[in-house]
């Protein structure tokens, strides 16, 4: 497992050419870009019911599956898109094209593909740690903290990406829940395995 950020939000606003100007001049450590995150995961919970990983032509830029449907990646995209207006299908399409060699050859393409790399977890956390916003791995839930961004690797090999909620589970209350689509839809869920 692997926390992809702390403050991936607003330090990829700040490198980002498509970030808004009010979001460009917040501090890194502005107390809200945490729940704002937060919140925008959360409105896809009842919204986003089916998880969903076919290949789709997409509008680009912009483009998004119907928002009843989706993977895990899609639950940080459309967060990312509502909280700060950054678009991480052509973010993500745009450093692909820039070095494309720096990113996973599994699915044996030989260029980016638009329609669908934005939407595969090992990219994602290619392209955040190429910002420099990833962290150490740790077993320690005091360590994530709401909108952090983890990946982990699910039975069977499957990878999986996940926001890091405001609420706590009520088993280990210094767990933190995640939202996360990991097969029934969008939903805030005590999964994360410290």
Excluded at 88 to 114: C, N, S, T
Excluded at 145 to 153: A, E, Y
Excluded at 155 to 174: K, Q
């Amino acid at each position: 497992m692997t926390a992809i950020t702390r403050r991936t939000a607003l330090q990829l606003a700040l490198l980002c050419l498509a970030a808004p100007a009010a979001l460009a001049q917040e501090e890194p450590d502005a107390p809200d870009w945490r729940g704002r995150l937060v919140d925008a995961a959360r409105e896809q919970i009842g919204v986003t019911t089916l998880y969903d990983p076919t290949y789709m032509r997409l509008t680009y830029p912009g483009g998004d599956v119907a928002p009843e449907r989706g993977v895990c990646t899609d639950v940080v995209v459309r967060a990312y898109r509502r909280a700060f207006g950054l678009d991480l299908q052509r973010l993500v399409h745009e450093d692909m094209l820039a070095d494309f060699a720096a990113y996973p050859k599994i699915w044996g393409l030989k260029a980016p593909d638009r329609n669908i790399d934005h939407r595969r977890v090992q990219n994602l956390a290619v392209f955040f740690g190429r910002r420099g916003v990833s962290l150490p791995v740790s077993q320690d839930p005091v360590d994530f903290q709401p909108g952090d961004l983890v990946t982990q690797m699910l039975p069977g090999n499957l990878p999986h990406i996940a926001i890091v909620s405001s609420n706590r589970s009520a088993e280990v209350p210094e767990r933190a829940l995640v939202i996360h689509n990991i097969g029934q839809g969008a939903r805030e869920a005590d999964t994360l395995p410290v």
